[in-house]
């Protein structure tokens, strides 16, 4: 779910994961730290957003963890004003040098394929590289995804019990957990 307007013009997401709900924002003015942390101000902002579509009050002691990061933003050198901020580009940019040298800035962790894939498309475009074929990025499965199955909790439990006979059965909970975040290297 997404919270399209706050109190300040923002936009708060809400999304569900292993029974729990992630909720956050992006594009808070912040001081660059190897590592950022989410201040206390951005949680209650975070909180009061979303109180108003959950039915009950979520609390300061409900939150399990927090993170933060700092996302890098790229101001696009062909612009005719690169000072100003309008010209920021909040995805990722990629800029072919007249030499040759291909720069890709900017974008995010949930991103990347599309990054690679652009990437890889300004390369071949430069027509210095040839290939047979497009980049394969979006139909290669990620790390755990190739064998996995929606039984492959069961199979979780059921090799947990051959591997550790002398110890307690792998519950079910935590072999679905497993299977989740592990795919076929659970």
């Not at 949680?43 to 009950?56: C, K």
């Not at 051959?162 to 076929?184: F, I, K, M, Q, V």
């Amino acid at each position: 779910m997404i919270v399209p307007k706050t109190k300040d013009g923002r936009v708060v997401f809400m999304l569900p994961f292993q029974g729990s709900i992630i909720a956050g924002t992006t594009d808070s003015p912040c001081q660059v730290t190897a590592r950022p942390q989410a201040s206390a101000e951005e949680v209650a902002f975070i909180l009061d957003a979303i109180s108003d579509f959950l039915q009950i009050k979520v609390r300061h002691a409900d939150v399990l963890s927090t993170w933060s990061g700092i996302r890098p933003l790229a101001a696009d050198p062909t612009a005719q004003d690169a000072s100003n901020t309008g010209n920021i580009v909040r995805d990722h940019l990629i800029f072919t040098e007249p030499n040759g040298l291909i720069t890709v800035t900017g974008g995010k962790w949930t991103t990347y394929r599309r990054m690679a894939e652009d990437a890889v498309d300004a390369v071949l475009a430069t027509g210095r590289v040839q290939v047979a074929h497009q980049c394969a990025t979006s139909r290669l499965k990620l790390l755990g995804g190739q064998a996995y199955k929606h039984t492959m909790h069961t199979e979780v439990a059921q090799q947990a019990a051959e591997l550790l006979p002398c110890s307690p059965a792998c519950s079910s909970s935590t072999a679905r957990h497993l299977a989740a975040a592990y795919g076929d290297q659970a």
